[in-house]
């Protein structure tokens, strides 16, 4: 079974930047599609980005450009750098992986079920 815990979180003035990771351990053969979520207070959770087996990255409207999805497979880790952060950014971010596929990633963005293993989040907090 993977596990997946994410960090990097933290409170940044608008127009700052921030990098989140996320480690994976158990049974990892980073042949996944993996993603990032967030959850802003009273609002669903909605897709930020995702990644397949290939490095080939996708993101929402709302990030792209500001957003970026890499990975590190020798170290097992995810990351999601945020640059030019706004205020609407602030929410409780997720890693999520899709290890029951073969590495790429299907349906939108913000097909939650097509993952099967979440992290705990990370908090991001921009103010303004």
């Known amino acids: 079974q993977v596990q997946l815990v994410e960090s990097g979180g933290g409170s940044v003035q608008a127009g700052g930047s921030l990098r989140l990771s996320c480690v994976a351990s158990?049974?990892?053969?980073?042949?996944?599609?993996m993603a990032w979520f967030r959850q802003a207070p009273g609002k669903e959770r909605e897709g930020v980005g995702n990644i397949d087996v290939e490095g080939d990255a996708t993101y929402a409207d709302s990030v792209k450009g500001r957003f970026t999805i890499s990975k590190d497979n020798a170290q097992n880790t995810l990351y999601l750098q945020m640059n030019s952060l706004k205020p609407e950014d602030t929410a409780m971010y997720y890693c999520?992986?899709?290890?029951?596929?073969?590495?790429?990633?299907?349906?939108?963005?913000?097909?939650?079920?097509?993952?099967?293993?979440w992290g705990q989040g990370t908090q991001v907090t921009v103010s303004s």
């Open positions: 999520a992986a899709d290890t029951t596929g073969a590495g790429y990633c299907f349906g939108s963005l913000d097909s939650l079920h097509e993952y099967n293993i």
């Open positions: 158990g049974d990892t053969s980073n042949n996944y599609c």
